[in-house]
């Protein structure tokens, strides 16, 4: 499958100018056709609910594959909320957490939440939209429980110096949570090579697949530190075997931090992640980042202010500064281009569906 054969089978992408997928990503065709196979065979009660459980493996194969890790080490887990909130619970009073303000709540929330129990959150705030790395680096001292960051901002797309603070943070004796529900699918995630402890992403964004689904990277520190906190028959070494008994018999590898499964979303997850691997994710980075570079490059011809970043803190999300965002995503719209309203103006996202023609036609909008 290339760029171009994808775009072809999203409708979003053929029948509009999509530029929304930091909201939800689009889904394909081969996606669909999976879901409404599985509402037809479940409403006539033909389905085998083990060919579903069967199609979460895969999907855990083809995740692990997507972001280079081994598929031991990757649990399912939908929602970046509930994973934070789980890790964060077992923090012990006077542990210190370092997070900065521009982090969607989901990523922000479990954490501060912790305070009254006397866990230590420092929370660093952002200058023009981003952290410099010297003050990431003085934040995290030399103790820190958890540093806790999104691959890329969900405001903005700032993307932050993983791989550094995945060093600061085991030098000051922690773990670093990578929030990927942006950047999970749409730009290239080595949570191995670059140290993260934790990365746990959404499927309903970069993913392309339906909300529901989504998965979490662990390392093995992260393994032997925290514990599952929802445990259940899906925990098992074998949740085919784990429905009644006191022998708790907990799989040895990360899918013991899985949660019960939303057949629906896996079955959609698992043409999404078929069709995503097969580009391969550093292929997608660069088409995302090259149609993201040359929307930049417009816009500056245009005289529109972006987020002053560094060239390695670009990615496929740009976020144009402007007063009246709401109109201006009303103005789009009838324009058949599909933005989003953020805190500073309208949000644009770029992924391998969409092409230069999209990136020309939001700029002339916006003209
Ligand atoms: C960076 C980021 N994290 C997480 C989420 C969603 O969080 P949850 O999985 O808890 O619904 C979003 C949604 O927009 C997001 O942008």
């Given amino acids: 499958v290339t760029p171009a054969e994808l775009r072809r089978l999203v409708p979003a992408a053929t029948e509009r100018t999509y530029l929304n997928t930091a909201t939800y990503g689009p889904a394909s065709r081969p996606v ?51 994973t934070a909130g789980a890790i964060a619970v077992q923090l012990r009073p006077g542990e210190r957490v370092v997070v900065d303000d521009l982090e969607y709540t989901s990523n922000l929330w479990p954490w501060l939440y912790q305070r009254d129990r006397g866990v230590d ?50 030098a000051a004796g922690g773990l670093l949570f990578v929030d990927a529900c942006q950047g999970a699918g749409g730009i290239r995630l080595n949570p191995v090579e670059d140290g993260f402890d934790f990365l746990a992403a959404d499927s309903y964004k970069w993913m392309m697949g339906p909300r529901g689904m989504g998965y979490l990277y662990l390392s093995k520190a992260a393994q032997e530190r925290f ?85 390695e803190e670009h990615s496929p999300i740009v976020a144009v500064h402007l007063p009246d965002g709401d109109a201006v995503v009303q103005r789009l719209k009838q324009a058949g281009v599909i933005a989003s309203r953020r805190a500073t103006g309208v949000r644009f996202s770029f992924h391998v569906f969409n092409d230069e023609s999209d990136v020309d036609r939001a700029l002339s909008a916006l003209a």
């Avoid at 890790?69 to 970046?80: G, K, L, N, R, S």
């Avoid at 981003?130 to 890329?152: H, K, N, P, Q, Y």
């Avoid at 599952?228 to 006191?246: C, F, K, N």
């Fill in 32 to 82: 669909v056709a999976a879901i409404q196979d599985f509402t037809d065979r479940w409403s006539r009660g033909v389905a085998e609910y083990l060919e579903w459980e069967a199609a979460a493996e895969d999907c855990r194969r083809l995740f692990a594959k997507l972001v280079d890790a081994a598929v031991e080490d990757v649990a399912i887990q939908p929602y970046v909320s509930a």
């Fill in 227 to 311: 514990r599952p906190v929802t445990m259940g028959w899906r925990s098992g070494r074998h949740p085919q075997e784990s429905y009644y008994g006191v022998d708790m018999d907990l799989s040895p590898s990360a899918s013991r931090f899985d949660s019960s499964l939303s057949w629906i979303a896996v079955v959609g997850d698992r043409e999404s992640l078929g069709l995503l691997t097969t580009i391969g994710a550093g292929r997608i980075e660069a088409h995302n980042l090259a149609l993201a570079a040359r929307f930049r490059a417009g816009l500056t011809r245009l005289g529109q202010e972006t987020d002053p970043f560094r060239p």
């Fill in 121 to 170: 959150v420092t929370v660093i705030p952002a200058r023009e939209g981003r952290v410099d790395l010297e003050v990431w680096l003085e934040a995290i001292g030399e103790r820190v429980a958890i540093t806790a960051v999104s691959a890329m901002q969900s405001s903005n797309g700032y993307r932050a110096p993983l791989a550094r603070l995945a060093a600061a943070t085991h």
